[in-house]
């Protein structure tokens, strides 16, 4: 079996920062590309960031030059640093794997956005 585990969410002003984890196991990141994706209450499930096995990186337009996504395989983590956080951007953000046919999700992890 496949874990994901997400942490570092948590409550933070507006213009602050935060930076997410998802540990893995069985050096998971170190052999598949991974994503980063967010779900708002009473909204679909939103593409993030994704990062490849070369390292390579993609953002949605809503984080794009304020989210960065980061591996370090030596320690099978895979990070979301959030800069200039919103409002907006407060949701459950998850980290995701696809392997093979499936596709493996972590628990989530809150992140709130308020004065």
């Known amino acids: 079996q496949v874990h994901l585990v997400e942490s570092g969410g948590g409550l933070v002003q507006p213009g602050g920062s935060l930076r997410l984890s998802c540990a893995a196991s069985?050096?998971?990141?170190?052999?598949?590309?991974m994503g980063w994706y967010r779900q708002a209450p009473g909204k679909q499930r939103e593409w993030v960031a994704t990062i490849t096995i070369g390292g390579s990186t993609n953002y949605g337009d809503s984080v794009k030059g304020r989210f960065t996504i980061s591996r370090d395989s030596a320690k099978d983590t895979v990070y979301l640093q959030m800069n200039s956080l919103k409002p907006e951007d407060t949701a459950v953000y998850y980290c995701?794997?696809?392997?093979?046919?499936?596709?493996?999700w972590g628990q989530g992890t809150q992140v709130t956005v308020s004065s």
């Open positions: 995701n794997v696809n392997i093979d046919l499936l596709a493996f």
């Open positions: 069985g050096s998971i990141f170190s052999r598949y590309a």
